[in-house]
């Protein structure tokens, strides 16, 4: 069997709702995704283009959340 994957890219986001609850108009923030891969094991990593961004959106999310 031939792997069909090889040589593809895609794009991956991480996503965080300001407003979760909402029902339609939940806020998202998106950051994109890259990934660092060891060339001896194969180990791979994830990491957030704008963790802080990130951060920030779900702690407002957390906030209005309390009471």
């Known amino acids: 069997m031939i792997d ?5 890219e895609l794009d991956q986001r991480l ?3 300001r407003d979760p609850d909402a029902l339609l108009f939940k ?6 995704v890259r990934g ?3 060339g ?6 994830l990491y ?7 951060l920030t ?3 407002e999310a ?5 009471p």
Not at 4 to 8: A, L, V
Not at 48 to 54: I, K, S
């Open 48 to 54: 957030a283009v704008d963790p802080g961004e990130l």
């Open 40 to 45: 001896r094991c194969g180990y791979c990593e």
């Open 15 to 17: 996503r965080v709702d």
């Open 27 to 32: 806020e998202p923030l998106y950051s994109e």
């Open 4 to 8: 069909q994957s090889q040589g593809q």
């Open 36 to 38: 660092w891969v060891c």
């Open 57 to 59: 959106a779900w702690r």
């Open 62 to 66: 957390q906030e209005a959340e309390t």
